[in-house]
């Protein structure tokens, strides 16, 4: 089942994805609600960030490829010990975009690059869970694009602007409910040209464990969003651009590039 957050004419709701139309849900997605008979063509609204999260949270170098990419001259030694290490950090939630949003290029970075990456959405408040118990308190998964300024950046002390300036977080379009995470293929192009594939079944924490993991000092809320880690090769971005994160189980999160 896919859930979708929209708006139409000043009003927001939540909705399931039936086609290529939205039926209206009434009441809350992660409480109490149920489906109406109420409808709207997709064309016909604005598809939103599929959640206002309390945090967004992102697990960095999850991937062994995606470590000997971003690190040139690294054995294979120093490769696996690096993506053995988690790595959560918080991205800001004021980074936040949705499905046709403009990324924006600040105009003091010189180089700003996409990470496709599967994302966890948070079903009901996790606290000191286990692995196994993981899949009980996620409601499904999203596409993320982990946007990402690097160039003169990369000596930040912090996270502070490479990874959360606004319009650095676009995620959506949707919740799926009904997929297998480990085993899922996460395709990055720019401009209709394939530039990544990689598979979730690369990851050095999974799914499971990295909720697992992260609330085992955080409290994970309703709707919160986790950034799983990008499978393998990423490039930079340019005004004009239009980027597309596509998993097939989810659907494809597109977003034009602008200069500031």
């Not at 999203?142 to 977080?169: I, L």
Request: with cysteine; proline share 7%; hydrophobic share 35%.
């Amino acid at each position: 089942m896919k859930f979708a957050r929209f708006e139409t004419n000043g009003w927001e709701s939540y909705a399931v994805v039936e086609g290529d139309q939205l039926r209206v849900i009434q009441g809350d997605l992660f409480g109490q609600h149920h489906f109406t008979d109420a409808r709207y063509p997709i064309s016909g609204v604005k598809i939103l960030p599929p959640t206002r999260p309390k945090s967004f949270w992102a697990v960095g170098l999850n991937y062994a490829d995606h470590v000997a990419h971003q690190v040139e001259n690294l054995d294979a030694e120093r490769i696996t010990r690096d993506a053995q290490t988690f790595r959560p950090w918080q991205k800001g939630v004021s980074s936040i975009i949705g499905q046709d949003d403009t990324i924006v290029l600040p105009k003091e970075s010189d180089y700003v690059h996409y990470e496709g990456e599967l994302v966890i959405v948070i079903g009901k408040p996790a606290r000191r869970i286990t692995p196994e118990e993981a899949p009980n308190f996620i409601l499904g998964y999203t596409c993320g694009n982990d946007v990402s300024g690097e160039g003169s950046w990369s000596n930040d002390p912090s996270n502070w602007r490479k990874k959360t300036s606004d319009t650095f977080g676009p995620v959506g379009p949707w919740i799926e409910t009904d997929i297998d995470p480990q085993s899922v293929d996460i395709i990055t192009r720019v401009n209709g040209k394939e530039n990544d594939r990689g598979s979730t079944s690369g990851m050095t924490f999974n799914c499971y464990e990295t909720v697992s993991r992260i609330s085992q000092f955080v409290t994970l809320h309703p709707g919160d969003l986790i950034l799983t880690g990008a499978p393998g090769a990423v490039d930079g971005l340019k005004p004009g651009d239009v980027v597309e994160i596509e998993i097939a189980e989810i659907g494809t999160l597109r977003n034009p590039v602008a200069a500031e």
